[in-house]
């Protein structure tokens, strides 16, 4: 898992997610392997505005982007869809980073 690996090696991390596809408890389990709080603010990237509102507002300097839908039967079922939605977080995050002016991104794709 990034965030752990990141933690791990004493970077702070801020987590955004909508738990459209996820849960609380991994939250948990990452906070406990870390020992620590781990900030997390319930966002879908897609919202631009509210995206850059939370970099700035964390004072953020770099991004892992690995947010998207991931099932493999669902995206075989309804590929349009995912592609939609996988493009549509890709674009604006990379909105929210420029309008930020963070040039640091690391992409992670399923």
Do not use: W
């Amino acid at each position: 898992h990034m965030a752990a690996i990141l933690l791990a090696n004493g970077h702070e991390v801020i987590l955004v997610d909508n738990l459209c596809n996820s849960k609380m408890e991994i939250l948990e389990r990452l906070e406990y392997m870390a020992g620590r709080y781990v900030t997390f603010i319930r966002l879908d990237v897609r919202n631009t505005p509210a995206l850059q509102r939370t970099i700035e507002q964390y004072a953020v300097t770099a991004v892992v982007h690995c947010a998207g839908n991931k099932s493999i039967p669902d995206s075989v079922s309804h590929p349009l869809d995912f592609y939609n939605n996988n493009l549509t977080c890709t674009t604006s995050v990379l909105r929210a980073m420029q309008r930020s002016s963070i040039k640091t991104l690391l992409f992670a794709s399923s």
